[in-house]
């Protein structure tokens, strides 16, 4: 099953142990080799701690309407002790507001949102929203995650919307 984005900002932390929210999850660790996200920066609740924790989708025991559900606060980390994922967390990737290209360099605009599968943490889809000039409907193009060619700091490519596509239906009627 595919959600969006922004079902997974902001989420309660649930501890099965306590039977209470821990922290809220507020922004993703995302991998952008792979597109898979490795876990969450969260914030404590109740406590005045700025410094924020990590929690690891390994972790997640179920993803429950009210939000994330762990065993225990002991699944919360500090970023400093992983190790693992300290190169992924010191690049910063965010994917929304990305610029998205095409590979012959043309722009189509930036990743407005993006839907993942919530079994595997994964990113599946973007939602490139538009320049308003450019589309005059207001929707967005939505690129699959087997189009992309290739994401670097500033801007994910695509391969061409209308590549592989056979020039007959390329005409319309």
């Given at each position: 099953?595919?959600?969006?984005?922004?079902?997974?900002?902001?989420?309660?932390?649930?501890?099965?142990?306590?039977?209470?929210?821990?922290?809220v999850a507020y922004e993703p660790i995302i991998n952008p080799n792979n597109l898979k996200i490795e876990g969450f920066y969260c914030?404590?609740?109740?406590?005045?701690?700025?410094?924020?924790?990590?929690?690891?989708?390994?972790d997640i025991r179920e993803w429950i309407p009210q939000g994330f559900a762990v065993n225990d606060h002991e699944d919360l980390s500090e970023p400093d002790d992983l190790l693992r994922l300290q190169p992924i967390?010191?690049?910063?990737?965010?994917?929304?507001?990305k610029a998205v290209y095409t590979q012959n360099k043309k722009r189509l605009g930036k990743v407005?949102?993006?839907?993942?599968?919530?079994?595997?943490?994964?990113?599946?889809?973007l939602y490139v929203g538009q320049n308003i000039v450019k589309n005059f409907s207001g929707t967005s193009l939505v690129v699959d995650k087997n189009q992309i060619v290739e994401i670097t700091d500033k801007r994910i490519i695509i391969r061409d919307p209308l590549q592989g596509v056979p020039q007959a239906a390329m005409v319309s009627a």
């Open positions: 099953m595919l959600k969006l984005s922004d079902t997974i900002m902001n989420q309660p932390v649930l501890s099965l142990r306590t039977g209470g929210p821990i922290a914030q404590e609740a109740g406590r005045n701690n700025k410094n924020p924790l990590a929690l690891l989708t390994q967390m010191k690049l910063q990737f965010e994917l929304l507001g407005a949102d993006f839907a993942l599968d919530v079994e595997s943490f994964t990113v599946e889809k």
